[in-house]
């Protein structure tokens, strides 16, 4: 048995490193991130000048972030970028992952080099946005989400955006309406449209509606505390003040901001 063991090792080492990247790919679909991210640095040491790392660098950096690994992560996707074929994809998940640490000064100045090199690009327009609304900045951020508008009105980050506006000047009927195009229109319209547009019909005392969006999407978002805000809200207008404490106390439970979880608690007793 130990040499079986020891056969498999040693054949393991002799990996090519065409073979280290194909064993990646499968160990991803296999959902065994740490031991893909292993492979490709496998590949790498076996071969520091090979054209393609620039693009493993990539991948790898990927994986660190959805393991957590954030420094490393951060380390590869700024070694990728040198004489990657495909800079945008880098700076865009460098910008990703420098806005989960809060970096988020360093992510605008990768959507500036983004900008830079491509100026018709609505995702850059809008992230940048959504950053520049993180710093209080709403000026910026509306101009970025217009620009989009107008360079693209049909993209999906431009409706984002404009949708974001809407829901920031309290026009929540024109926001859902966005939504509601976007859940039609798009082949696979992600949970959070729905969550979003339940957002509306909350706000606009449509109660029916926003209970049939959060139905719809119970499986993907039951980890999300902003769910359970809005189902509380849902349950409170039914009367259901017992489950509506429940969801209350859960989305708490989850991260959202105590003080106004609080306050929806105090609603129910």
């Known amino acids: 048995m130990i040499l079986a ?3 498999g090792c040693s054949m393991k080492a002799q990996n090519t490193y065409q073979e280290w990247v194909a064993e990646s790919v ?10 893909a991210a292993s492979a490709l640095q496998n590949a790498m040491s076996l071969e520091p000048a090979n054209e393609n790392n620039p693009m493993l660098l990539l991948n790898l950096g990927v994986l660190q972030r959805r393991l957590h690994r954030y420094d490393e992560a951060y380390i590869s996707l700024t070694a990728a970028l040198a004489a990657n074929p495909d800079p945008e994809s880098v700076l865009h998940n460098r910008a990703a992952l420098l806005c989960e640490l809060g970096r988020f000064d360093e992510a605008i ?3 500036d080099s983004i900008l830079l090199k491509s100026p018709q690009n609505t995702e850059a327009y809008y992230r940048r946005g959504l950053l520049y609304l993180e710093k209080g900045d709403r000026k910026k951020t509306e101009s970025d989400f217009k620009t989009a508008q107008n360079i693209d009105e049909n993209s999906l980050f431009s409706k984002m955006g404009m949708a974001l506006l809407y829901k920031m000047d309290g026009d929540w009927p024109e926001a859902a309406k966005i939504y509601s195009g976007i859940i039609e229109n798009e082949p696979k319209p992600a949970s959070v449209f729905y969550l979003d547009r339940a957002e509306c019909y909350v706000n606009t005392g449509q109660f029916s509606k926003a209970a049939a969006d959060l ?3 119970e499986k993907e978002e039951r980890e999300n505390p902003f ?3 809005l189902l509380g809200r849902v349950r409170l207008n039914q009367y259901d003040n017992f489950a509506a404490k429940a969801d209350f106390e859960k989305a708490k439970k989850l991260g959202y901001d105590a003080a106004l979880a609080d306050k929806w608690i105090e609603k129910t007793e």
Not at 26 to 35: G, Q
């Open 26 to 35: 499968k160990l991803i679909e296999n959902n065994r991130l740490d031991s």
């Open 5 to 7: 063991l020891l056969a």
């Open 109 to 111: 100045e990768d959507y």
């Open 215 to 217: 139905r719809a999407i």
């Open 227 to 229: 769910y359970y805000i």
